[in-house]
């Protein structure tokens, strides 16, 4: 019997690895904590998103009896968006199971799957999960960006629609006026308001990098909400996360949650450290994530899964080889209500 026999066990298959794979623990960073993907399996490896622009028209009177006003018909454009494909490629050495696996031993898979789980584990804690987290916070800002930096979607682009001006929120102005901060949130606020049109929302937030968070934390109008109420421990800290997160700090002011964004991509921030992105939370469907088939005969055509796991025997027989992979596209259905601000 082959050495490495135990891998053609059951447990090994495309199947039950895939199964394993997708009961790991999901960590996303903050966006995908703070925000509903409204996450979806597909069978195609694209999607069509068609948008229907509805005409708000104001009626005039017309004669009782007579003919009335007649409503523009409403405009559909469809796109196409490829769904991108990541995958991650490991593999375990012979040599790695030399010394677990015992000859005739009934228990030898339950002592291989430990092994295997952790790289499992490890592929979706250090890889998967890092580049889905990477690619919404792109689709919060409305770029979503490869990890090289190449452009994957300007949102703004394939919707045809441009992004509203940049906010200057002018948080190191030493003497500012009276008021002028909350005003600038108002704005914001009602910008976005305006910008969904009849569609539900029930709060906004701001991912922001560290500059302007510390200085928006410590902003004059900030400090006088908060001071000398039982709120006051928000000065020091912020708020944390309900899941005990503490390396994002929020709080709220001017209608608006602000959560300090912590995580990088290499040695860069992923939100530059002054500028923040404003959006809205609790619209239905505003923001999704589907997931498109892997790229094996037996998921041809089969309903999307957030990760697939495989393995196989090298050709030299000396390595189990082994892949991870994903096959997500996160995206905004409406990016005019993505706001940027920045520090100064």
Avoid at 29 to 47: C, H, Y
Wanted: aromatic share 8%; hydrophobic share 35%.
């Amino acid at each position: 019997m082959p050495s490495l026999d135990v891998f053609n066990q059951d447990a090994f298959g495309v199947i039950s690895l895939t199964d394993a794979i997708n009961n790991l623990p999901f960590v996303p960073g903050l966006a995908g904590q703070v925000i509903d993907w409204n996450e979806r399996g597909v069978t195609t490896t694209s999607i069509m998103i068609e948008e229907q622009d509805g005409v708000l028209k104001l009626l005039n009177p017309t004669p009782r009896g007579g003919a009335g006003e007649t409503k523009a018909k409403d405009k559909r454009r469809a796109r196409s968006l490829l769904i991108p494909h990541y995958q991650h490629d490991d593999g375990i050495n012979a040599d790695e199971v030399q010394g677990v696996r015992a000859f005739g031993s009934e228990t030898d898979v339950q002592s291989v799957m430990p092994m295997v789980n952790s790289r499992l584990s490890d592929a979706v804690s250090l890889v998967l999960d890092p580049t889905l987290e990477y690619q919404r916070l792109g689709a919060v800002k409305g770029l979503i960006l490869n990890a090289d930096g190449s452009t994957l979607y300007d949102l703004f682009t394939e919707f045809g629609v441009s992004q509203e001006s940049e906010i200057d929120f002018d948080l190191d102005n030493a003497s500012p006026a009276s008021g002028a901060l909350r005003k600038k949130c108002a704005s914001a606020v009602r910008l976005i308001a305006d910008n969904l049109g009849g569609v539900s929302y029930t709060g906004v937030a701001s991912f922001c990098g560290d500059a302007f968070f510390d200085d928006l934390l410590a902003h004059k109008e900030v400090v006088e909400s908060y001071k000398n109420t039982p709120m006051a421990s928000v000065l020091r800290e912020g708020y944390i996360l309900p899941t005990g997160n503490k390396m994002a700090g929020m709080f709220e002011f001017g209608g608006i949650l602000w959560m300090n964004y912590r995580g990088k991509n290499g040695s860069s921030a992923m939100v530059d450290t002054d500028k923040c992105h404003i959006f809205p939370v609790g619209t239905p469907g505003l923001f999704r994530t589907v997931y498109a088939p892997a790229d094996y005969m037996e998921t041809v055509n089969t309903i999307g899964l957030p990760r697939y796991a495989k393995q196989w025997l090298s050709p030299n027989g000396k390595r189990i080889e082994m892949e991870s992979q994903s096959n997500p596209l996160s995206y905004c259905t409406r990016p005019k209500v993505l706001l940027k601000g920045k520090r100064t």
